[in-house]
């Protein structure tokens, strides 16, 4: 199978490094750009590389960044695009890709509350895919844009699927403890949160509740409905690296008991295991036992197999009291919560014939 | 005035050194004797100093360390006793202490459930003290015990009463991120902690509840009452030196506006407020408009005058949605949520002839 | 008295804030004029406030920001600037304020290695405050430049002063942890640092021993001299707030004692105790005998009275091996290695006349 | 080829685990036994897992811990002994080993100054194997105690070793910038390091010396000789998880060129490199060019192939002055500074014929 030809936009940045590091050596597709803005032209991705944990591919370091030039792209053969362009640049930019007829997977947040785009989570909602075809048609070449969900809303609404889906739980409340990642660089200086946490994040409590209603809501008829779930969110950064720490808390009539709702996690299963797609991680949610996990430190990297590292998300400390269910999660924010979560939504398009 | 004869148990330990910080050059007590353990014995305060953000007082700092004998101290006139020592020994030599006549005020949670001992924030039930009548007369010499609240919980407490008061709320949800100080001396190994959260901290949420639920209940015809609140809690130890921060979410039929309840937030006055005991904050709950606060780093000493530093609380990102409200909160977990709330609650009990 | 009126430049960054804390009720001085660039015009203080560790005064909060005009200042009588302009802007505006013929005292590292201005450490050399006679003449007006050295340099020569006076060495080796709050803000991404040590500060080996040398030196016949001493350092940035700590090293034929060289240290005196002016430290260094100190958190305020908190530097672990020489040092980076140098610098030019 | 079969003494420690990880699989040994205290028998090694940055083998968490009996090791058939020890306890557990015919690699430092046994660091002194002999001789049963050197020495001593046979260097100067997994596990409080540097580490500075002397000097008629050089070490904790970090300085007469220097660096292989052993880097020190390079979170790891990894130290900012010579250099201090050095001492011995 000959792979299909890819570019990254924005490899300078601590996503576009993410979405290198995953499509090397991956079995669809081959990365033949590593695109930047004008000021990074011409470096290499050794002299850009900002992600510490990662070991960086000695072949991967040597590949040269170029300007970003969507026509200059489709003419090479470029037939998919991911961003991970900062929010402020990424909407004409992966427009312009689009209307080139290739295929945007995008990690900002520019078209994900458009009427014909998905934000699309695999395991949840592989059938908002469908909304492609009114943007296909808008757009004169048959390209289009999926987008993935914000960090924070990714790992809660898998979190939510398996429960809401068994129990019809509606309401919910989310306290975050957000990585220092999850701003990309140069991001929070170090003299603001060393020995502090910061309790804002600018738009997040509202992305969570918008486009976790979106993601876990439905499509039919051409159209997006949103979930009749309420999600409640108060964000706030802490001094960790990787991995966003969530605090849930669901309320409802009655409530299941624990061991029910850590089955209804453990056992979940979507269409990414079904096709056993590259980046799918065999089991999306484990459920740790132990009475201090999940931790960002032990846990962020959860996932197999090895291509799934980072994938999985991680829930423990499951309590029921009443009528009332608390948990914890963790998603590491810039793979599963970012630039892996397109890379998945790559391989579901891929495999179902959309590319 | 004469002042009275003071003794501080767990000199050695964090929230002994804060007693007796907070109660150097105090107007109505004078500290007289330093206990700790008889690994201690000999040693000065200086020695021992664990309080990084404080200047100690040099004159201070050569006090002392005698070991813990309660018959020893009352013969030495000492009229009241401060317990910083950890809850695995404080309760038998508490009750020593009580039973020799002296008036015990502790940070330990031993005593904290007791069906004769208060749980004393002096801003929200005064009327708790009434209750240790009933220790004086099973104790043979008019000794008692009066407990604080545990740090988070003091936290959460003071800022809820002014708005159940005002408003009937009793569904309440709170997730923390508590400070390191928190865990005592040597507490959390840095290697645990460093870019980590540690979601458990043990019995925390249960004392959220069952002490939140005390405080914040009645006192009447000899027994204590539980309030009607439920609160729901979610703790986690994250990386920062002092004050615990709590995000609140409140659930009711109908919710006022977010300037109402900032109202009744910012215009709270107590018994102290009008007693003006002198560890008081002229205002226990300082309101923040900034969208970014409180922080730890930032608002962790809130509280004026000089000797009521810590001593008042900051609530900051009060949000209405609908039928829902947030908000941030920050206590300082060593001086109000600690050794404050216990020389507060000494006072209080001094200025109400309890002593 | 009446105060001599003053300018602060850079108000809207973290030496400007500095200064405006330590000359808030100056006895010699009062600010009229806190300037920053026209982005921050019209903003308070309280708007921009960025010292964590102070409790801003509540007045002094207020203060209006106004935009940097030197023929402004001048007719609006001021007669001290203090600059904490950031180097790249800062060479220009203080050319221009002395120009006017004003007496500028400036952090900034612009014209500290210029032929006729002094780096001005008042207890090493009060001498050099000769050199502005030079520049008094060449600039029309009567003003001129006065600058204190950079932060590292300050903390290391203050050590160096009395034991390079007593027994003539000349071979020093430094290794420097420097703080956060030394790269200003925003400074250092936090994901940068975290759990890291950056071991490269551009241009600051260069300048300990540049500066060392001129600050060591002699000035005689109007002319600067360098001092004979050789300085080598290796400079690192660690994560900690606030404190400069230096591992020095001495190499000499001979060695005194250990107990002789703590000796010159805790006695050495300098100008400006005789003077006792407001800012200085009744005694400028302060020798450790614990095992492990100096430390940051703990010795970085080191000073007396009030007003020299943090002015005085803290030096321990003072080892004799044959003929070899080891001790740590620690300098508070913004008070004593910044803001305070300058603050002491005006205040001695003020006593000696020179204002 | 049978594998070889050992034993890992302090497997509930880090640098048990340590060994534990890097021996899983190896091509020359075979773990049957993870010995620790009685406290931890029946455990299992994921019970105890305290290795933040290593995704344990599930397999190898299986491994249940057993109790430390040096006879019932040698009646099991193990020839080979891993020592994680704490030093308090190791000497005469390994000296019992020793005597029942074992082969102890250690990293505890009971042993280190012995005069029959080498502090082995197989590309510096395979030769100091020779001295084992002697040892053989006086325990019965021809075993014997092979230790490696202190995580710092180590790194220093790799460093130093190319150059002093090059340039005969013998004055150096050292200041470190070790990790918090130095001080092994609960080691150092968070509340201690927070912001802060510990200038202090118990006899660190003096093993510096001792061991370095030691390890570069030579073995001939049955004698250790000290080497020449002078090693003066100013040693701190800084808040890094791993990877010590060291400031050299480096006086002589005449001093090479940088790159001569640099040179001597990246071109020197030892007697791992010649015999290709399992855990030996290709390359032992890797040099960087870039100007602020190494850094702890970077550059620990290092070392070529996989089983390698974090076995090669870096060296970077190589500076030559006149007669000076400055550079910086990193270990990571549980790897080739901890269990990785013992790993490879047996490598050596057991192709060397000696076990």
């Known amino acids: 199978m000959e792979k299909k030809r890819v570019a990254i936009l924005g490899s300078s940045g601590m996503i576009g490094q993410r979405f290198a590091h995953m499509l090397h050596m991956h079995p669809y597709f081959e990365v033949t750009a590593y695109c930047a803005s004008d000021r990074s032209e011409g470096k290499t991705l050794a002299n850009l590389w900002k992600l510490f944990d990662i070991d960086m591919d000695e072949d991967l370091g040597k590949s040269k960044i170029q300007t970003t030039d969507p026509k200059a792209l489709a003419k090479e053969g470029v037939e998919i695009v991911f961003s991970g362009l900062p929010s402020e640049v990424a909407g004409p930019l992966e427009d312009a890709c689009a209307d080139e007829g290739m295929a945007v997977f995008s990690n900002a947040s520019s078209h994900r509350m458009d009427i014909d785009t998905p934000i699309l989570v695999p395991e949840i909602n592989p059938d908002h895919l469908a909304s492609i075809e009114a943007q296909r048609l808008r757009r004169k070449k048959g390209g289009y844009i999926v987008t993935n969900a ?23 409340y989310v306290t975050t403890y957000q990585a220092l990642s999850g701003a990309g660089y140069p991001g929070v200086p170090s003299i603001d949160i060393l ?46 690296r990787d991995g966003h720490l969530e605090a849930v808390f669901i309320k409802d009539r009655s409530m299941p008991t624990a061991e029910k709702i850590a089955k209804a996690f453990s056992s979940f299963r ?25 931790q960002p430190i032990l846990d962020c990297d959860a996932g197999m197999p090895e291509r799934a590292k980072g994938m999985a998300i991680s829930i423990g400390r499951i309590r029921v009291n009443n009528d009332r269910l608390r948990f914890l999660l963790l998603v590491h924010n810039t793979v599963r919560g970012g630039a892996g979560g397109s890379v998945l939504n790559a391989e579901l398009a891929f495999r179902e014939g959309l590319i």
């Open 150 to 172: 914000n960090c924070s809303v990714t790992g809660l609404a898998l979190g939510l699927k398996p429960i809401v889906d068994a129990f019809r739980f509606t309401e919910v």
């Open 195 to 240: 020995s502090n946490v910061l309790p804002y994040i600018k738009n997040e409590e509202e992305k969570m509740s918008s486009e976790g209603k979106k993601v876990l809501g439905g499509f039919s008829n051409g159209r997006f409905g949103d979930s009749p779930i309420s999600i409640e969110a108060s964000c706030a950064r802490v001094g960790t």
């Open 270 to 294: 979507g269409r990414p295991q079904e096709l056993e797609l590259p980046s799918a991680p065999i089991q999306p949610i484990i459920v740790r036992e132990e009475p201090d996990r999940p």
